[in-house]
């Protein structure tokens, strides 16, 4: 009877200790199994986030495939300075030069008679007037250093042709659909901005460098 009664007593000592034990173990478990969770939820939005940066970067190459693809067959219809360069014209303007959105005036191949020799005419792919400023720009299919020279030994007779805006910032701009390194760095030397694809729309290579050496 007594070595029961101990025997109970025994036990009873040991219930919070097992109480505890087994709490402890369960409280492990659990905790266990919230860090596993969370493991696998951060696994899950690590996985999401590469996801979403290779279908972002995969759309910006599929953009910038496709304004490729559009600019080589405006060139082959001879509107690449029409359909392709005009339309950022605008959004140039503004974004670098402090134009307002509306030009004075904006016409695409127009042709202009000289001011004083009347039977010289020129055609111009795209002049945008504004208040203080005027965008002249040459677009061609192959940025050739020929094409920009030319264009640099054109400048200085713009205003025979538009005595009218004579009181204006001239910014000459020569468009393409790509210029390479050697291209861009000519146009610096030179004075004039390069327009031309970047990522998934167009955009001036060199108005940094072109800012600093005017410094």
């Known amino acids: 009877m007594a070595q029961d009664v101990k025997e109970k007593v025994s036990s009873l000592e040991k219930a919070p200790e097992d109480f505890i034990r087994h709490t402890n173990l369960g409280f492990a478990k659990v905790q266990n199994a919230l860090i596993e969770q969370k493991q696998s939820m951060d696994d899950f ?12 970067k995969e759309m910006q190459e599929f953009k910038s495939e496709m304004n490729k693809k559009w600019g080589e067959l405006a060139n082959r219809l ?13 959004h140039i303007a503004q974004k670098y030069f402090q134009c307002p ?17 009347r039977a010289k005419v020129r055609e111009f792919d ?28 054109f400048l200085p ?17 020569f468009s393409s659909l790509y210029a390479d390194d050697r291209t861009v760095e000519y146009a610096t030397q030179k004075g004039i901005y390069v327009l031309a694809i970047k990522g998934d729309t167009m955009d001036l290579l060199n108005y940094d460098r072109l800012k600093i050496r005017e410094k």
């Open 45 to 56: 939005k690590e996985e999401m986030r590469r996801f979403c940066e290779r279908s972002e």
């Open 78 to 90: 001879g509107t690449l300075a029409e359909d392709f360069v005009a339309p950022n014209i605008p």
């Open 101 to 117: 959105e509306e030009a004075e005036f904006f016409m695409v191949r127009c042709k202009k008679r000289h001011s004083k020799e």
């Open 126 to 153: 795209i002049i945008a007037v504004y208040d203080d400023k005027v965008i002249v720009n040459e677009t061609k299919s192959t940025p050739r250093q020929q094409y920009l020279g030319d264009f640099a030994a």
């Open 157 to 173: 007779s713009f205003f025979e042709y538009f005595p009218e805006f004579s009181d204006r910032e001239l910014i000459p701009i």
